[in-house]
């Protein structure tokens, strides 16, 4: 059983809270002492002899969980073209370009990243974009939100697609004025194309998972709730356990894709089941798409959109029926919705399993939460939902969340210090591969309310501040409780976990401006260092 002292820290325990020049005394994973070296070392059992790491004054706090990320999804990103801050479509054009040079004939190019409004054409890429630069190879790039895409003519070829092809329900296929399809696919439909690129092997795909935590574990995080299913259920958690056990520890809170569902249901597992570095979180379910890509399901039409209130990805009644579902086999749900329709609809879901199998302690969530009204907010604390949202959002939907809803839905919008004043439980996540997982990006815009090259000077929408420690709690205690671990997780404190981060400087003491720049010095799971900064 390890044994370990971290002396020399600057321990931020809980919040706020400092104890300077503090140690941590670790015995088999988990803290048994907060104090000083000799108290540390006296809470030992007798003949236990840790070791002693000197932390070197540094400012310690509780290691942060992300609440909602697509971790395997992030991994298996990593070797694929890489479009985040291309420029225009003829940038794009030259990615795809250099790509195909160094694919052979017929193999898929696989790309992430891109966004039509930073674009100087103003326009989204199509099919014939691609086909002038990829030869005989099927192209398939992802918007950097997810819920779009856009396909060469060799892919739709493979996937059968032609004006003929109607539109699944959930989606949509953009088609030009003489109904050919353009190549751009949204929602369900984007399904129609990724069904024919070929899944990644074993190995790669443990080689990805296995980038992707030691990625984030260079970022201080130390837990994950990720919304992961490109396997199968129990290959999924069979996945996790092998790669943690190569080394990998971090600690994993499944958000259950629900097409899982009759797996899930026919074993005896459940939300909260399993152990301390996995665990069954939440079945993820979707009732709109994206707002920079207009999908996300709004009540009245879009303000730079006339006559488009967005997708609704599932019926209402579908969706009642799956939460009402997941409510009676003791699951949370964690449902992903945007738009303010989504939003309603998504609270109805809950109400509507409340009443009909009254269980009040699953906390479930409602992922993103982005267009609200007083109303929606008010039914939130009501029937005691859990906002998780993603601070870092608004770095870049600030470039044209205005131009989307217009001035007088604004208001109500990214409402973070709203829902926090009102009670509404807070979880902070980053949504990665659509925005970096990094918690300190994801404070800095919560506290700042503005993009990464501090703009603009006064914050977006600046009454929705939050306070540094505010911010800090989305990432440690909120995110805890979201994922029903607060009792040990989210705080320095004796009997929780020994998951902490050592940080480059005091996030409560440098200019909010700066946070964004501090630097992970070292990242400790279960009293194992996991990460240290070269």
């Known amino acids: 059983m390890k044994a370990t002292i971290f002396t020399n820290g600057d321990l931020r325990t809980s919040g706020n809270d400092l104890i300077t020049g503090g140690s941590i005394g670790s015995l088999g994973g988990r803290i048994i002492c907060i104090g000083d070296y000799e108290e540390c070392l006296n809470a030992f059992p007798r003949g236990v002899k840790p070791e002693t790491r000197d932390l070197g004054g540094k400012t310690v706090m509780p290691g942060f969980i992300d609440s909602h990320i697509h971790l395997l999804?992030?991994?298996?990103?990593?070797?694929?073209?890489?479009?985040?801050?291309?420029?225009?479509?003829?940038?794009?054009?030259?990615?795809?370009?250099?790509?195909?040079l160094e694919t052979e004939e017929g193999g898929w190019i696989i790309g992430r990243g891109w966004d039509q409004d930073q674009f100087a054409e103003k326009r989204y890429p199509t099919r014939y974009d691609l086909d002038e630069v990829a030869g005989s190879r099927p192209v398939y790039l992802v918007r950097t939100c997810g819920h779009i895409a856009v396909a060469s003519s060799k892919a739709l070829e493979i996937a059968g697609i032609t004006k003929d092809v109607e539109d699944p329900t959930g989606g949509a296929i953009d088609r030009d004025s003489r109904g050919e399809p353009t190549g751009v696919f949204r929602e369900s439909a984007l399904g129609l194309v990724q069904s024919c690129i070929p899944k990644a092997d074993v190995e790669a795909t443990e080689t990805a998972l296995a980038k992707g935590i030691q990625y984030v574990f260079s970022k201080g995080i130390t837990s994950v709730h990720t919304n992961d299913g490109q396997g199968g259920f129990w290959e999924t958690i069979d996945l996790y356990r092998r790669v943690q056990g190569k080394g990998f520890p971090l600690r994993v809170y499944w958000d259950i894709p629900s097409e899982f569902f009759e797996d899930l249901s026919n074993s005896e597992l459940r939300t909260k089941d399993g152990h301390d570095y996995f665990r069954i979180g939440a079945v993820k379910l979707f009732a709109d798409g994206s707002l920079g890509g207009r999908t996300a399901a709004l009540e009245f039409p879009y303000s730079d959109d006339p006559g488009n209130h967005g997708i609704l990805v599932v019926s209402e009644e579908e969706l009642m029926e799956a939460v009402y579902k997941a409510q009676i086999h003791g699951m949370q749900v964690a449902i992903h919705a945007i738009g303010d329709r989504a939003v309603r609809v998504s609270l109805d879901a809950i109400e509507y399993a409340q009443n009909r199998f009254p269980v009040y302690d699953l906390r479930h969530r409602i992922v993103h939460a982005q267009i609200l009204s007083p109303e929606l907010i008010a039914r939130m604390?009501?029937?005691?939902?859990?906002a998780d949202i993603q601070p870092k959002f608004i770095s870049t939907d600030m470039r044209w969340a205005v131009d989307r809803v217009g001035t007088e839905r604004m208001k109500w919008s990214y409402a973070w210090r709203t829902m926090l004043e009102e009670g509404i439980p807070l979880a902070g996540g980053s949504d990665c591969p659509v925005e970096p997982p990094d918690p300190l990006y994801g404070i800095y815009c919560a506290v700042t309310r503005k993009d990464m090259n501090g703009n603009p000077s006064s914050g977006f929408y600046p009454e929705q501040k939050m306070t540094v420690d505010e911010a800090v709690h989305l990432f440690t205690t909120g995110a805890a409780y979201a994922g029903h671990e607060e009792n040990k997780k989210g705080r320095l404190s004796p009997g929780y976990l020994c998951d902490f981060v050592v940080l480059s400087d005091d996030i409560y003491c440098v200019d909010p401006e700066e946070i964004k720049d501090l630097e992970v010095l070292l990242t400790v799971v279960g009293g194992q260092v996991v990460y240290e900064k070269a």
């Open 73 to 100: 999804g992030f991994g298996l990103n990593l070797e694929q073209l890489s479009l985040v801050d291309v420029a225009s479509v003829e940038e794009l054009k030259e990615k795809v370009r250099e790509r195909a």
């Open 381 to 386: 604390k009501s029937l005691r939902v859990v």
